[in-house]
């Protein structure tokens, strides 16, 4: 019997594991890496499963209604995300995004009907980092205060401190692994934006085998921004947890479920996002390629020999053919 859709909502998770064998071959690898294609959902990003989840709680709960615009604060994929549910449930949908982000993050979002506002154009946002040094947490919390407080008819989704984040990965992206691995994962790696991806899957999977290793994705000191180095190339949507401020990590991310942090420099996710475009013909971002890099990296520890490592890639390259990524292939 023909399966007919009604929404893209009905199309959000299930996404594929791949063993990228020519990747681990051409790497000389003895561990197994199994990569989580998020790009699979409808609007190509990891961020697709947050949008419904959160959207659909706030409905549920009186949050949202027939004629408010949603708003949120993004580095872009969350943005993406929620201006295709917006759409398909009739919402008008406000961002506020980072200048920094690939222009197809404006363009795709702009597309869906969104209006998007560079962080740098809302003055509260804008000086708000200034003042923190880049504190995106600090900024939200001011912004929220001094300027969505005051308006009307609005739903802000806020990402980085809203529970049905981590609780949507933790009801879908940690059973999905468990079930499609048949229990058989004894590594899992994800970058740290909100925190909600390894929060949320880190949970689940631990509560099926606590010794299954949790490791959490930052960037290294040469990709934050400096004194030194005022505009480094970034890895877009992910965060320092570890050497900050507690204030400055979201409440969306779980510090006790991970075992090990792990940095990764911008350069070493651009050139690992290359090299598994051609060994195994996936197109990822640049923090998917941070996760094969973390993964890889794990994967030549004696220890982890025979060892089976799964690692979230949270989009697609399609969204960084802008950017400097693929530009030296």
Do not use: C
């Amino acid at each position: 019997m023909a399966k007919v859709y009604e929404s893209i909502s009905q199309l959000v998770g299930k996404t594929p594991l791949l063993e990228i064998k020519n990747y681990e071959k051409e790497n000389n690898l003895e561990a197994k890496i199994l990569v989580k294609l998020e790009y699979f959902n409808p609007n190509q990003s990891v961020k697709d499963r947050i949008a419904l989840a959160m959207v659909e709680d706030a409905e549920k709960k009186g949050l949202l209604k027939p004629g408010y615009t949603i708003v949120e604060t993004t580095s872009g994929n969350t943005g993406i995300g929620l201006a295709a549910i917006a759409a398909a449930k009739g919402y008008k949908f406000r961002v506020y995004i980072q200048d920094n982000v690939s222009q197809e993050r404006f363009q795709v979002i702009k597309a869906f009907g969104g209006e998007t506002i560079k962080f740098s154009d809302e003055p509260v946002i804008a000086k708000a980092l200034a003042e923190s040094n880049g504190d995106f947490v600090a900024a939200i919390k001011a912004f929220r205060e001094q300027v969505l407080s005051k308006e009307e008819n609005i739903f802000f989704v806020d990402q980085v401190s809203n529970p049905a984040n981590p609780g949507i990965h933790e009801a879908t992206t940690g059973p999905e692994i468990w079930e499609d691995t048949d229990g058989d994962v004894d590594i899992f790696v994800a970058n740290v934006g909100t925190g909600g991806t390894v929060s949320g899957t880190g949970k689940f999977l631990k509560s099926k085998n606590p010794d299954i290793k949790v490791v959490a994705i930052q960037p290294g000191p040469n990709s934050l921004p400096s004194e030194e180095n005022p505009e480094p190339e970034e890895i877009t949507g992910v965060h320092p947890f570890e050497g900050v401020d507690k204030e400055r990590v979201p409440s969306t991310m779980d510090l006790s479920i991970y075992d090990e942090k792990f940095e990764v420099e911008t350069y070493q996710a651009f050139e690992a996002a290359r090299k598994v475009a051609k060994t195994d013909g996936i197109l990822i971002g640049t923090s998917s390629g941070a996760a094969i890099y973390a993964a890889t990296e794990l994967a030549k520890r004696p220890e982890n020999k025979g060892k089976t490592i799964v690692a979230v890639l949270p989009d697609t390259g399609l969204r960084y053919l802008s950017t400097n990524l693929f530009k030296e292939v």
